[in-house]
């Protein structure tokens, strides 16, 4: 069992556990350097025989969404069901409303999702341009938002197509959700003290955090959608509460990042914090080229500094 396990998010379908933790481990690394633990970092990363190294693995699920394996929603939005197409269209929507909000008033982005926002909630014009097209205006837009837009038109509304199928498959189908939960709760054992999350992961997280035998030092979520009201809060398993089990939970936010939601989730999950027991959360604004990449996360001080004091 691995005393650090990390829970990957959306689209890795093509990565694998090895190639994740060769990506994460030197920005976590880096972060208990900026902490000040540069000797724990060591224990870390770079990989190497020494008889105090730190076992940290990948819990991998991704290739639940590989193209030949899956079941349900693809990238195809013909293939959804209606509850499915429903969900995926709430969620981009959710998406615009942030980039809307967070962007600089008057700046493009925020022009663009505000039309494509108002548009998709007056019954009207939605009505008129059905769903199917609400749902592909919204990924276009989003597409065109600075950060992705770098990438080429294709590729970002890949993305989000990507995402949006990723989640919603997630979070409507059974098999999916048991088997992501399965490779998470395979690499946890009494020996574990910290799991490390991101994105769709952080959804992962949370629910085997509650399905745990063993008590677990440290929860982390980052870039998490768990606050998105209607469309993932609503549909956890269990509803939201503190896991019982958990001695920290740390949540980061990233202003910048659309994909996630809010990034202060103690309102909605701090109501039932056990005595013993402390949650905590972090944001920050850093735009950068892409502002939902794990590595700006798992850099940050904060992060160094939880997983230092769960090690301890």
């Given amino acids: 069992m691995a005393a650090i396990v990390l829970v990957h998010g959306i689209d890795n379908q093509s990565e694998s556990a090895d190639l994740i933790e060769s990506h994460w481990l030197p920005a976590l690394a880096g972060g208990m350097r900026l902490a000040g633990r540069g000797d724990i970092a060591d224990r870390l990363w770079p990989p190497r025989s020494r008889p105090d190294s730190i076992e940290c693995r990948a819990a991998y699920y991704g290739g639940l969404f590989r193209a030949p394996d899956r079941q349900g929603a693809g990238e195809d939005p013909r293939d959804w069901t209606p509850e499915q197409t429903i969900l995926a269209e709430t969620l981009a929507l959710e998406w615009l409303e ?29 009505g008129a341009m059905g769903r199917g097209n609400v749902l592909r205006q919204a990924i276009k837009t989003l597409a065109r938002v600075s950060w992705v837009a770098n990438a080429g038109m294709y590729v970002a509304e890949r993305f989000f197509l990507t995402s949006l199928a990723q989640v919603t498959l997630y979070l409507t189908n059974d098999s999916t959700r048991a088997q992501a939960r399965e490779a998470v709760l395979g690499l946890v054992g009494a020996d574990t003290r910290a799991i490390i999350s991101h994105s769709l992961g952080s959804v992962v997280a949370y629910e085997c955090a509650h399905l745990m035998k063993n008590s677990l030092s440290l929860l982390v979520t980052l870039g998490s959608p768990l606050g998105l009201h209607t469309i993932v809060t609503d549909r956890l398993d269990p509803p939201p509460s503190f896991p019982p089990r958990v001695a920290a939970w740390l949540n980061v936010g990233n202003n910048e990042d659309v994909v996630a939601a809010e990034p202060d989730l103690r309102p909605l999950f701090a109501h039932d ?33 939880a997983v230092i004091e769960a090690l301890a």
């Avoid at 850093?286 to 590595?295: Q, V, Y």
């Fill in 98 to 126: 942030h980039v809307a909000e967070r962007t600089p008033a008057g700046s493009a982005d925020a022009e663009q999702a505000r039309l494509a926002f108002e548009i998709a909630r007056d019954p009207a014009r939605a």
């Fill in 273 to 305: 914090v056990p005595a013993a027991s402390r949650f905590e959360g972090v944001w920050f604004a850093e735009p950068g080229k892409d502002p939902h990449r794990a590595a700006t996360y798992l850099g940050r001080i904060a992060v160094g500094r």
